[in-house]
């Protein structure tokens, strides 16, 4: 059996992957993948509520994502660097990455919009630093000083007026990732209370996305790459509901990789969900065995990252090849802005 991605045939033209959200929430498309018969649909987003039933147990992630993208210059020489915060660890300091990196080193200091001087305190390896700000800065104060980090494939720069508030799922509350959990940025106010009309019950987690998620694998065996932890959160009440969930066998459906992350790693020995905080590292590739996870709705995503593995694993690679490819076939728009797939088992 071979371990590397070289052999997923998977091939995404330029043109399909998606530079902005649709006008709408909603007006994407679903492709329905059933595993058990190794059909696809064609469908919308919309209709979603059609394939949800009263027995359902829906889980997502409630992260939002902040400002992360800073734009600075070397105190002493000019130099122009972009920083990226990826973790806050106290009011001041944060682990971030720099670029260019080599420009920097400890002590050095970076001022950003003239109203913060950000000196680098460590080196943490992979391009990771330790710095810390002059003065606290809280979310609030990112907004004012840092832009959406928008994945390099989106070839534009960020549009306040769109991404901030597109590049966040409606019910996202929990600020302190990276990167949005783009399986949910399809829901709408109206496709939710639809969904929760049916009957199903809806239950947040939450996973602070890192940087990690956009860091492909290189490895030619897939299995040698190491992915960085993030942190989840699961509360008591969100415990509770998913383990009276799963006592009376409902379907649990996971919106997104992250969320699916989040409930394999918070799972017991006896086969229940554990409530609290913690850090993840797990990596779902093709073998995998899922404890809880029954169906996934998730985005296509890179064919080299560590999120299309967790996709084949759960579906399997020759399905996936299939879905994917039909997806290309049909013009389909891919990554965080594009179109979504529901996988059923």
């Known amino acids: 059996m071979s371990f590397s991605l ?33 059909t696809l649909i064609d469908d919308f987003f919309i209709n979603l509520v059609n394939y949800i039933t ?9 992260a939002k994502v902040i400002n992360a993208r800073l734009f600075g210059v070397k105190n002493g020489t000019g130099a122009h660097l972009e920083v990226l915060l990826t973790r806050r660890l106290s009011n001041t300091e944060w682990m971030c990455i720099i670029r260019p990196a080599r420009r920097v080193k400890r002590g050095t200091k970076i001022s950003i919009e003239r109203r913060y001087n950000l000196e680098i305190i460590e080196y943490l390896g992979e391009g990771l630093f330790r710095t810390r700000f002059s003065k606290p800065v809280n979310y609030e104060e990112l907004k004012k000083i840092g832009e959406i980090p928008l994945p390099k494939y989106i070839k534009r720069k960020p549009v306040r007026e769109i991404d901030e508030h597109r590049y966040q799922t409606i019910y996202s509350n929990k600020y302190g990732a990276v990167a949005s959990p783009t399986a949910g940025l399809h829901f709408s106010q109206e496709i939710l209370k639809k969904i929760q009309h049916t009957g199903a019950i809806t ?53 997104g990789t992250t969320s699916v992350r989040t409930i394999e790693t918070a799972v017991t020995s006896e086969g229940r969900v554990a409530s609290g905080r913690g850090e993840t590292d797990l990596f779902i590739y093709p073998g995998y065995d899922f404890k809880l996870v029954d169906a996934l709705i998730t985005n296509f995503h890179i064919p080299d990252s560590t999120l299309i593995l967790l996709v084949a694993a759960f579906a399997g690679k ?12 049909k013009g389909y ?10 996988i059923t088992k």
């Open 54 to 62: 009263s027995s359902d147990c829906i889980v997502y992630n409630n």
């Open 203 to 255: 239950v947040p987690i939450t996973l602070y996305v890192d940087w990690g998620t956009f860091k492909p694998v290189r490895e030619e065996d897939y299995r040698a790459h190491k992915i960085h932890s993030e942190i989840y959160e699961i509360t008591e009440s969100s415990a509770h509901i998913l383990n009276r969930c799963i006592t009376e066998k409902r379907r649990l459906l996971c919106v």
């Open 333 to 342: 728009r891919f990554f965080s802005y594009g179109d979504a797939m529901l």
């Open 6 to 38: 070289k052999d997923f045939q998977i091939h995404i033209p330029t043109h399909l992957i998606a530079q902005y959200p649709p006008k709408v929430r909603g007006q994407s498309r679903l492709l329905v993948v059933d595993t058990k018969k190794g």
């Open 318 to 329: 020759e399905l996936i090849e299939k879905a994917y490819n039909h997806a290309v076939s």
